[in-house]
């Protein structure tokens, strides 16, 4: 009999689970960061690219939102996961996730430009401290967790509205969402202190490379929440099989 886990210890394990993809995330945005103030040749290479992303517009954001929600972290997967084996629920995690993290990138997008509108676009201690506080405390537990966990519950629910609807619940919300901001938090605080002290243009490109390691996260922690992962699996991640029920 599998060991029972804890919506609390859950968020620990996927933390612990995906370690090693959001290091490499973490570290290429750092580095990212740093190039961009400190090597005069990457800074001009990243102008150009937040200069293709507002030529591009809405396109950019919806095209790099789908590829890097849903074909880098199966990637991620596979090589940390699955031992480079490729199985058919790598594909069918794209198919959903392409659609879902495209809109969950235009909500986002607006979100940067809002931001620098009203707070404006500078890089200081203030204004990406207020940012920081707006993105993570307001539009996190409001909007984009709600979305991510009654998104994952329907995927997992076998996209039966049926079984959703009796999950759309302030109980549930708590208990399931509570422990995922709390260690998402961790993750994302210093994210988003790297992504807002770049210029605008610059913002959501590198929000789609964190994206991969938050797909990797609500992926893990949605499916271990509708049982679908034993508390002891090996692969954390992808799972193979028929869809269950969910667990309230």
């Known amino acids: 009999m599998s060991r029972q886990r804890t919506p609390w210890l859950i968020g620990w394990e996927a933390a612990k689970a995906n370690a090693a993809p959001a290091f490499v995330l973490q570290s290429m945005m750092l580095a ?17 690219l937040a200069g293709f992303k507002e030529r591009h517009g809405l396109a950019f954001v919806l095209i790099a939102s789908a590829i890097v929600g849903a074909i880098l972290p199966e990637l991620f997967v596979i090589v940390f996961f699955q031992r480079g084996r490729i199985q058919l629920q790598n594909a069918r995690n794209s198919i959903f996730n392409a659609p879902f993290w495209a809109f969950d990138g235009f909500l986002v997008n607006l979100m940067y430009r809002g931001l620098a509108e009203w707070l404006g676009d500078r890089t200081s201690v203030p204004i990406v401290a207020a940012k920081i506080c707006l993105d993570q405390f307001g539009y996190n537990p409001l909007f984009a967790m709600p979305y991510g966990i009654w998104g994952y519950a329907w995927k997992n629910s076998g996209y039966s509205f049926a079984k959703l609807r009796p999950l759309l619940t302030w109980q ?45 996260m ?14 002891d699996a090996e692969l954390p991640i992808s799972v193979v099989g028929d869809v269950e029920e969910l667990k309230s």
């Open 32 to 48: 990212i960061l740093l190039a961009y103030y400190f090597h005069p040749p990457s800074a001009a290479f990243l102008n150009a």
């Open 218 to 231: 609500m992926t893990y922690m949605t499916n271990r929440f509708a049982g679908k992962i034993e508390a």
């Open 172 to 216: 549930y919300y708590r208990k399931h969402a509570l422990p995922v901001l709390i260690a998402t938090w961790a993750v994302w605080i210093p994210l988003m202190a790297v992504i807002y002290s770049l210029p605008l243009a610059l913002q959501f490109p590198l929000f789609a490379l964190a994206l991969a390691f938050w797909v990797l």
